[in-house]
C-alpha cells in the first residue's frame, strides 16, 4: 500500500526530472544511486482516513482485480527532500526544489495518472497535490488522496445475477380522451400509449421479449387525496386507484380505462406508475406521467 505509493513515485519523479537529478531519487532508507551528485528522497511524513463517499464502506471495483476489493481510504502525506554533492549547495539545492516543484505541478501528476500502471499497484490516487515548501527537511509536503490495499490480495465474487427482467418505458406518455369530461356526465373510455417494447427477460446469455405489464392509475385531487370521480378498467374494479394491464409488446403499447366524472365541476390529476409483481408481492413503482383532467358544467 504506502510502500508501494513510495516506489511508484520515487519511479515517477526519476523519469520526469533533469539532470542531474534524474534517476536519482530513491526513498527514504532505500540504497543511494551509484556515482557522486545529488539524491532527491522521499518518504510518507503521516496519513489519516478518509471518510467514505456518501458514508459507504462498500467494496470496490478497477482496484487492481476485476471482482470487488476491500480498500482503504486515505489521506497521505509525503516528504521530498534535496541533498546536494557537495552538501551545503545552496544553489543545487535550490536548482533541485526548482526541478521538483516544476515535475510535480504537471497535470498528469496532480491527478495521480503518472503514477497509473499496469497490474496490481496497491494504490489509485484521486489526486496529489503539492502543500507547503521549505528551508527545513523535507524541502517539499505532498499531500496524495485515495484507495489503498494489500498487493496481491485476491478480490470478492459476489453472487451471479442468473436471470435480468428489464422493463423500458419511452416517454412521453400520451392520454386521448374519447369525448368531454362533463360534471355528472357518463364514463369517458380514455386510451393511454407509451412508447414500450415490453418486458426483456434476460436468462444465462438469452434475451426473450414480453408483454409489459401493468400499470398502476391513481386518481388525486388538487390536494393529493383520493380524486372525485372514479377509475375503471377490466383488470381492477372501480375507484380512484385501479390496475391496467399493458399487453403489447411493440412501440405504441397501450390501455383503455374509464374516467367517471364527479357530479360537480373539478380539475384532477392522473397519475400513472409502473406496477410489478402478482399478488402480495406486487409493488408500484416510480411515476412515469401525470395528467390534468377538467371536468366542466
Not at 520526469?16 to 544511486?33: E, I, K, Y
Not at 496490481?120 to 490495499?149: N, T
Not at 399487453?247 to 365541476?265: E, K, L, S
Given at each position: 500500500?504506502?510502500?508501494?505509493?513510495?516506489?511508484?513515485?520515487?519511479?515517477?519523479?526519476?523519469?520526469?526530472?533533469?539532470?542531474?537529478?534524474?534517476?536519482?531519487?530513491?526513498?527514504?532508507?532505500?540504497?543511494?544511486?551509484?556515482?557522486?551528485?545529488?539524491?532527491?528522497?522521499?518518504?510518507?511524513?503521516?496519513?489519516?482516513?478518509?471518510?467514505?463517499?456518501?458514508?459507504?464502506?462498500?467494496?470496490?471495483?478497477?482496484?487492481?482485480?476485476?471482482?470487488?476489493?476491500?480498500?482503504?481510504?486515505?489521506?497521505?502525506?509525503?516528504?521530498?527532500?534535496?541533498?546536494?554533492?557537495?552538501?551545503?549547495?545552496?544553489?543545487?539545492?535550490?536548482?533541485?526544489?526548482?526541478?521538483?516543484?516544476?515535475?510535480?505541478?504537471?497535470?498528469?501528476v496532480r491527478s495521480g495518472r503518472a503514477l497509473l500502471a499496469p497490474g496490481?499497484?496497491?494504490?489509485?490516487?484521486?489526486?496529489?497535490?503539492?502543500?507547503?515548501?521549505?528551508?527545513?527537511?523535507?524541502?517539499?509536503?505532498?499531500?496524495?488522496?485515495?484507495?489503498?490495499?494489500?498487493?496481491?490480495?485476491?478480490?470478492?465474487?459476489?453472487?451471479?445475477?442468473?436471470?435480468?427482467?428489464?422493463?423500458?418505458?419511452?416517454?412521453?406518455?400520451?392520454?386521448?380522451?374519447?369525448?368531454?369530461?362533463?360534471?355528472?356526465?357518463?364514463?369517458?373510455?380514455?386510451?393511454?400509449?407509451?412508447?414500450?417494447?415490453?418486458?426483456?427477460?434476460?436468462?444465462?446469455?438469452?434475451?426473450?421479449?414480453?408483454?409489459?405489464?401493468?400499470?398502476?392509475?391513481?386518481?388525486?385531487?388538487?390536494?393529493?387525496?383520493?380524486?372525485?370521480?372514479?377509475?375503471?378498467?377490466?383488470?381492477?374494479?372501480?375507484?380512484?386507484?385501479?390496475?391496467?394491464?399493458?399487453?403489447?409488446?411493440?412501440?405504441?403499447?397501450g390501455t383503455t380505462f374509464t374516467y367517471v366524472p364527479p357530479a360537480t365541476?373539478?380539475?384532477?390529476?392522473?397519475?400513472?406508475?409502473?406496477?410489478?409483481?402478482?399478488?402480495?408481492?406486487?409493488?408500484?413503482?416510480?411515476?412515469?406521467?401525470?395528467?390534468?383532467?377538467?371536468?366542466?358544467?
Amino acid at each position: 500500500m504506502l510502500t508501494e505509493l513510495e516506489s511508484r513515485l520515487a519511479d515517477v519523479l526519476g523519469a520526469a526530472l533533469p539532470a542531474p537529478f534524474g534517476g536519482r531519487v530513491r526513498r527514504r532508507g532505500a540504497a543511494p544511486p551509484n556515482g557522486a551528485g545529488p539524491v532527491v528522497r522521499l518518504g510518507v511524513e503521516a496519513y489519516s482516513p478518509l471518510e467514505p463517499d456518501l458514508f459507504s464502506a462498500r467494496p470496490e471495483t478497477g482496484a487492481g482485480a476485476p471482482s470487488l476489493r476491500r480498500v482503504v481510504r486515505l489521506r497521505v502525506r509525503l516528504g521530498v527532500d534535496v541533498t546536494t554533492d557537495p552538501p551545503g549547495d545552496r544553489l543545487g539545492l535550490l536548482a533541485g526544489t526548482d526541478a521538483l516543484l516544476f515535475a510535480l505541478q504537471a497535470p498528469e501528476v496532480r491527478s495521480g495518472r503518472a503514477l497509473l500502471a499496469p497490474g496490481d499497484q496497491g494504490f489509485r490516487l484521486d489526486s496529489l497535490e503539492l502543500l507547503d515548501v521549505g528551508d527545513d527537511d523535507p524541502a517539499v509536503l505532498l499531500e496524495a488522496v485515495g484507495w489503498f490495499w494489500p498487493v496481491g490480495v485476491a478480490g470478492q465474487d459476489g453472487r451471479a445475477i442468473v436471470r435480468a427482467l428489464v422493463r423500458e418505458v419511452r416517454l412521453p406518455v400520451r392520454l386521448t380522451l374519447g369525448g368531454p369530461l362533463v360534471a355528472g356526465g357518463a364514463g369517458v373510455a380514455c386510451d393511454l400509449v407509451l412508447g414500450a417494447t415490453g418486458t426483456a427477460d434476460v436468462t444465462a446469455g438469452a434475451t426473450t421479449s414480453a408483454p409489459f405489464g401493468e400499470l398502476a392509475l391513481h386518481l388525486l385531487d388538487a390536494g393529493g387525496g383520493p380524486g372525485a370521480g372514479s377509475l375503471d378498467t377490466p383488470a381492477s374494479p372501480a375507484g380512484t386507484q385501479v390496475v391496467a394491464s399493458v399487453d403489447a409488446r411493440d412501440a405504441g403499447a397501450g390501455t383503455t380505462f374509464t374516467y367517471v366524472p364527479p357530479a360537480t365541476v373539478a380539475r384532477e390529476q392522473l397519475v400513472v406508475l409502473a406496477r410489478a409483481g402478482e399478488g402480495a408481492d406486487a409493488r408500484t413503482g416510480m411515476e412515469l406521467a401525470r395528467f390534468d383532467l377538467v371536468v366542466t358544467p
